[in-house]
């Protein structure tokens, strides 16, 4: 299985951008999709979360301002992020929840990282 990120990039503060991770491979069904995000000397933290259900989660820093959200046909977890502030800057991982056969337990797969900067 590979997850492979798109989306990030340079926004001024107020601008917005929409990250995608697409994973590809064996995949039988993809439960918990999500975004973490790691700033220069912070901890990894979880950004947003979607069930195979559809419920949503974030962080409150994000609330109101970023969308997840999630294309089970093409195996896709999207953010969509507005109103950027300078304090999102990051790198952004996503994570999904994958079960490779109908007998194997879930395990969490990773995207390589893409970069968020949000500066004037």
């Known amino acids: 299985v590979q997850l492979v990120e798109s989306g990030g990039g340079l926004v001024q503060p107020g601008g917005s951008l929409r990250l995608s991770c697409v994973a590809s491979?064996?995949?039988?069904?993809?439960?918990?999709m999500g975004w973490y995000r790691q700033a220069p000397g912070k901890q990894r933290e979880l950004v947003a979360g979607?069930?195979?259900?559809?419920?949503?989660n974030y962080v409150d820093s994000v609330k109101g301002r970023f969308t997840i959200s999630r294309d089970n046909a093409k195996n896709t977890v999207y953010l969509q992020m507005d109103s950027l502030k300078p304090e999102d800057t990051a790198v952004y991982y996503c994570?999904?929840?994958?079960?490779?056969?109908?007998?194997?337990?879930?395990?969490?797969?990773w995207g390589q990282g893409t970069q968020v900067t949000v500066s004037s």
């Open positions: 491979g064996s995949i039988f069904s993809i439960t918990t």
């Open positions: 994570f999904l929840e994958i079960r490779k056969t109908m007998i194997s337990p879930p395990r969490d797969y």
């Open positions: 979607i069930t195979e259900h559809g419920i949503t």
